[in-house]
């Protein structure tokens, strides 16, 4: 099946400072990106909407200018917090969907963001 | 009012009894519905993938849709202590549209005891 993978796993950061997760598509072509949030007990959270080439897609009430996301080729996207805070800490996670045939998201392992 | 309205659990049955998951929705607009598992510290992986009401049925999983009760189940038979995880259910009104956007439960805490 397909996979996606994130990079790190997990990152502990201070407050005040920038951290970037990478996703990729690792045997697929992935047009679109979701970047989602889950904080404990909690549904995950779309986040944003990054389609290859063109600028993300940020939900209500999401910060674009605090969660900075590039989807510069069809198999990485990249999401950068910004001047994190402690109440940054959360689970992210990615998903992408293939270019043709299913419309299937596919989900990274996920992204445990520490700020201290 | 959530979306999406979904039991959290925990949820605790014996090794090989039946088990019912369940959310409710309140957007008549969703057409298509999900099952996902997800492992602790791991992303979703998709279980049942139901278009519209009805049953389907894989394996241990059956997952049924009334759209006219706004109520969709995932029932798992013969349950083994490897089905311990969360169970989130999500939904969308335009899965293979440009945005697929994804509304997820909170997710249901399974643990199958051996």
């Known amino acids: 099946g397909a996979v996606v993978s994130q990079h790190p796993s997990r990152v502990i950061c201070k407050s005040g400072t920038s951290v970037k997760i990478e996703c990729r598509s690792l045997?697929?072509?992935?047009?679109?990106m979701f970047w989602y949030r889950q904080f404990p007990k909690q549904s995950l959270m779309l986040m944003a909407t990054?389609?290859?080439?063109?600028?993300?897609?940020?939900e209500q009430g999401v910060e674009k200018d605090k969660f900075l996301i590039n989807h510069a080729s069809l198999t990485l996207s990249t999401l950068t917090v910004t001047s994190a805070h402690p109440e940054d800490s959360s689970f992210y996670i990615c998903?992408?969907?293939?270019?043709?045939?299913?419309?299937?998201?596919?989900f990274g392992p996920g992204t445990r963001l520490t700020v201290t | 009012q959530k979306e999406v309205e979904q039991d959290p659990g925990p949820l605790s049955v014996p090794e090989g009894a039946i088990v019912s998951l369940n959310c409710t929705y309140s957007n008549s607009a969703f057409q298509y519905f999900m099952w996902y598992r997800q492992y602790s510290r791991k992303g979703p992986e998709l279980l049942m993938y139901t278009y519209s009401s009805g049953n389907k049925e894989d394996g241990r999983f059956t997952a049924q849709v009334d759209k006219s009760s706004k109520y969709i189940s995932l029932f798992i038979r013969d349950s083994q202590p490897s089905d311990s995880a969360t169970y989130l259910c999500a939904m969308s009104s335009n899965y293979g549209g440009a945005t697929n956007k994804l509304i997820f439960g909170t997710g249901t805490l399974l643990a199958v005891q051996p």
């Open positions: 045997d697929f072509q992935a047009t679109t």
């Open positions: 998903s992408a969907r293939e270019m043709t045939g299913s419309y299937e998201q596919y």
């Open positions: 990054s389609n290859e080439g063109s600028k993300a897609t940020y």
